[in-house]
């Protein structure tokens, strides 16, 4: 089975800084995807960015980059130019190929400061 | 775009009775969908797995007569919380993964149950 670990429950960040939001995971499995999300107050579960264990280059999206490090196992979460509108958990997931479910880690609440 | 709803959005109910949550996809076909759970300031735990035809595949520790799942449709996955008490209260959240996709699963809003 696969985890997940975040280990940081909260960050703050002054707005129009970037940010970097830790994930590592756990498996033995080769075959994977690791997802950002973000949860505002409302609960909707926004998908920000996908990386699979087999892409060679980091994934990006706009202002979030994917920070891949497979022999460390961490998948960190980049978010530049912070704004005030990213104040949100943000959960870090993951998902094996023969095994479709997704697990999440315990996720990073973000304060964006003015 | 991938829409996936939830309905209803709130649902507040006696001690004893049945709440059945809906999840659509709106414009796609979903084989699997998935229901997670999370309570306050927690994360989202995987609850069952719900293929289409076929019976749910249910976390360990998660009660298949308590949580009822019925995938009737490729666009329609239902949970049943049975003779719901007040330690059921929490925010149900369901998930559809395309037929086309092995990997991304679109969430839909959410559902807060809350039982007096």
């Known amino acids: 089975a696969q985890k997940i670990t975040q280990t940081q429950p909260g960050m703050f960040v002054q707005e129009k800084e970037a940010v970097t939001l830790d994930c590592t995971y756990d498996?033995?499995?080769?075959?994977?995807?690791l997802f950002w999300y973000k949860q505002p107050s409302s609960g909707e579960m926004i998908f920000l960015i996908y990386q699979g264990s087999y892409d060679q280059q980091n994934a990006t999206e706009g202002r979030y980059s994917l920070n891949f490090q497979k022999a460390r196992k961490s998948a960190n979460l980049v978010i530049s130019a912070s704004q005030l509108g990213d104040s949100a958990m943000y959960f870090c997931?993951?998902?094996?190929?023969?095994?479709?479910?997704?697990?999440f880690g315990a996720g990073t609440r973000l304060t964006v400061k003015p | 775009g991938a829409v996936v709803s939830q309905h209803p959005s709130w649902v507040i109910c006696k001690s004893g009775t049945s709440v059945k949550i809906e999840c659509r996809s709106l414009d796609f076909q979903a084989t699997t969908m998935f229901w997670y759970r999370q309570f306050p300031k927690q994360s989202l735990m995987l609850m069952a797995t719900?293929?289409?035809?076929?019976?749910?595949?249910?976390e360990q520790g998660v009660e298949k007569d308590k949580f009822l799942i019925n995938h009737a449709s490729l666009t329609l996955s239902t949970l049943t919380v049975t003779s719901a008490h007040p330690e059921d209260s929490s925010f149900y959240i369901c998930?559809?993964?395309?037929?086309?996709?092995?990997?991304?699963?679109?969430f839909g809003p959410g559902t807060r149950l809350l039982v007096l």
């Open positions: 997931a993951m998902s094996l190929y023969n095994n479709n479910d997704m697990r």
């Open positions: 998930s559809a993964r395309r037929q086309t996709s092995m990997w991304t699963q679109y």
């Open positions: 498996t033995s499995d080769p075959s994977y995807g």
């Open positions: 719900s293929n289409e035809g076929s019976k749910a595949t249910y």
